[in-house]
């Protein structure tokens, strides 16, 4: 009976482990198995901080960690890169893609992460660590890039041009829907566009027509609190895929002259 109380048990507890590392890549599995005890205890420290850190620690630790290998890895890609700054021209955006803009886009894709409260906070890590060890996953930072600069240009559009962008598109009411109606409730509730319920044609002219002044920094808070990560590498995808997913007309939809609207 003493033996069999001190026996070990079924090891489930290793096929656990085992199977935890099945899920790394084979290199990093094998680096991972080849570590002697007193280096194994560093990475257990390290997952233990990162486990107990909140999203914005890891934010930050993920940027200074990764950020410089991320931004050279993922330069590489010259062609994607040449495109996107063709397509980021097309639409009048006058950002470039150098190397300084590609690490602030990363250390924002990291926080953009932690701060959507719309996804699941434990799928937060996952999706950094993929982006790390992933091609596809890297060629995503040039999706949130082109699809972030999107969106931003339409929070600078005045509520009448963002009827005509909308009015250009082939699905109106879903491009309605999903980017400019979500723009117009953030104008709302941040005092940035104030509607009024029986507008006069001055009232109109003003809310309806004025590009609204909003700063890069709070530009950039409103679009991180409006959209999720997916949505704005969605964007920058379809855009990527197909240039003519976004119909765009620059002088129809930026041009000053007087509309019929406002004698509604």
Same mark, same amino acid.
């Given at each position: 009976m003493t033996e069999q109380r001190f026996r070990l048990p079924v090891p489930s507890a290793l096929r656990t482990v085992d199977s935890m590392l099945e899920k790394l890549p084979p290199e990093a599995k094998k680096w991972v198995e080849s570590l002697p005890w007193s280096q194994r205890s560093y990475v257990l420290s390290l997952c233990h901080l990162m486990c107990a850190s909140t999203?914005?620690?890891?934010?930050?630790?993920?940027d200074n960690y990764t950020a410089d290998g991320l931004v050279s890895r993922t330069l590489e890609d010259r062609d994607t890169?040449?495109?996107?700054?063709? $397509?980021?021209?097309?639409? #009048?955006?006058?950002?470039?893609? +150098?190397? +300084?803009?590609f690490r602030t886009y990363i250390r924002q894709f990291y926080i953009h992460s932690s701060q959507d409260v719309r996804r699941q906070p434990d799928l937060y890590l996952e999706s950094a660590l993929r982006l790390v060890v992933s091609t596809e996953e890297r060629n995503n930072v040039f999706n949130y890039i082109?699809?972030?600069?999107?969106?931003?240009?339409?929070f600078k559009m005045s509520w009448l041009q963002h009827e005509k962008l909308y009015q250009l598109q082939i699905n109106q009411e879903d491009f309605y829907h999903k980017?400019?109606? /979500?723009?117009? $409730?953030?104008?709302?509730?941040?005092?940035?566009?104030? /509607?009024? #319920?029986?507008a006069t044609f001055?009232?109109?002219r003003d809310y309806?027509? #004025?590009? /609204?002044?909003?700063?890069?920094?709070?530009?950039?808070?409103?679009?991180?609190?409006?959209?999720?990560?997916h949505t704005v590498m969605d964007l920058g995808f379809s855009v990527i895929r197909?240039?003519? +997913?976004?119909?765009?007309?620059?002088?129809?939809?930026?041009? +000053?002259?007087?509309?019929s609207v406002f004698s509604q």
């Open positions: 999203p914005e620690m890891q934010a930050e630790f993920l890169q040449q495109r996107v700054n063709q $397509y980021l021209k097309q639409f #009048q955006i006058k950002t470039e893609l +150098s190397e +300084s803009v082109l699809g972030f600069e999107l969106i931003k240009m339409m980017y400019i109606k /979500p723009i117009q $409730y953030a104008h709302k509730v941040n005092g940035i566009v104030t /509607p009024k #319920q029986k001055f009232d109109k309806f027509v #004025q590009e /609204p002044e909003i700063k890069d920094k709070k530009l950039i808070e409103l679009e991180i609190a409006t959209f999720t990560t197909n240039i003519n +997913s976004l119909v765009f007309d620059y002088e129809y939809i930026f041009k +000053s002259e007087q509309e």
